[in-house]
C-alpha cells in the first residue's frame, strides 16, 4: 500500500514570500490533516478535511494561510505571506473514519 | 493546563532495561489513545492504540491505560539503541467543538545507550 505523498521534502523562502505544499493522502481515506510541527514541540492541527470538506480549521492562521481539498483527494496548503515563524516541518496525514492516521515524510520550510 | 500533557525527558535507559513512558491528558470523556514513535528527521509512526482501561501489549510495547486517572502510558520492555526516539502521545477529543480531534503531546525524547 502507497504511504501519504508529499512535496516538495523541502523549501527555503524568504520572509514575505508565498509558498505552497502538496499532499496525496493513501487511497481510500477520506479524512486528510495538515500539521504544523515547529522543532522540539508536537504536531499541531491546522485543518481537517471530510472528503473535501472542512471540518476543522480552528488553527488555522487564515489570514495567510489557506488549504483546499478540491476533488476530496489531493490537497494544497498554502502561506501568503510567510513570516519568520512559520519556519516548521509541515505534516500531512490521512486516516479512514475514525482510524489511526497516517503520516507522510512532511516538507520542512525554513524562512530566511 | 495542557490538554496533553508528557514527562519533559530526555528519558536515558540503558540497553536491555524497561523505558517507561507517561501521558496525561485533560479531556475526561476522550475515547481514543495513540502513542507514535518520530525518529529525529522523519515523520511520525503509529506504533500502539488503545481503546480500553488496562494494558495492551504488542511485542516489547505494552500500553497501560487508566481513564479514571486519565493517565496513559508506554512501556518498552528490552530497549534496544534502535527505540531512541522521540515518543508522542496523542488523544482523540470526544466532546464539544473538538469531537474527533487529534491532540499531540509535546513528546519525551528517549535514549537508550549501549
Known amino acids: 500500500e502507497a504511504g501519504v505523498a508529499q512535496s516538495p521534502r523541502y523549501k527555503i523562502i524568504e520572509k514575505r514570500q508565498s509558498v505552497a505544499f502538496w499532499c496525496n493522502p493513501i487511497?481510500?481515506?477520506?479524512?486528510l490533516y495538515w500539521y504544523q510541527q515547529i522543532l522540539g514541540q508536537g504536531p499541531k492541527l491546522l485543518i481537517q478535511f471530510q472528503n473535501n470538506g472542512v471540518v476543522d480549521d480552528s488553527q488555522l492562521p487564515k489570514d495567510r494561510f489557506s488549504a483546499e481539498r478540491l476533488k476530496g483527494v489531493d490537497s494544497t496548503l498554502k502561506i501568503q505571506p510567510a513570516k519568520l515563524e512559520d519556519s516548521a516541518v509541515y505534516l500531512c496525514?490521512?486516516?479512514?473514519?475514525?482510524?489511526?492516521?497516517?503520516f507522510g515524510d512532511g516538507t520542512r520550510l525554513s524562512i530566511l | 493546563q495542557k490538554e496533553v500533557e508528557q514527562n519533559s525527558g530526555p528519558l536515558s535507559v540503558p540497553e536491555g532495561a524497561i523505558a517507561s513512558l507517561n501521558c496525561t491528558y485533560s479531556?475526561?470523556?476522550?475515547?481514543?489513545f495513540f502513542w507514535y514513535r518520530q525518529y529525529s528527521g522523519k515523520s511520525p509512526e503509529l506504533i500502539m492504540s488503545?481503546?480500553?482501561?488496562g494494558d495492551k501489549e504488542d511485542g516489547r510495547f505494552t500500553a497501560q491505560l487508566n481513564k479514571a486517572s486519565q493517565y496513559v502510558s508506554l512501556l518498552i520492555r528490552d530497549s534496544q539503541p534502535s527505540d531512541s526516539a522521540t515518543y508522542l502521545c496523542a488523544v482523540v477529543h470526544a466532546g464539544g467543538t473538538s469531537y474527533g480531534k487529534l491532540t499531540f503531546g509535546q513528546g519525551t525524547i528517549l535514549t537508550v545507550h549501549p
Open positions: 488503545i481503546y480500553s482501561n
Open positions: 496525514a490521512s486516516s479512514t473514519q475514525g482510524g489511526p492516521q497516517h
Open positions: 479531556d475526561r470523556v476522550s475515547q481514543s
Open positions: 487511497s481510500g481515506h477520506a479524512t
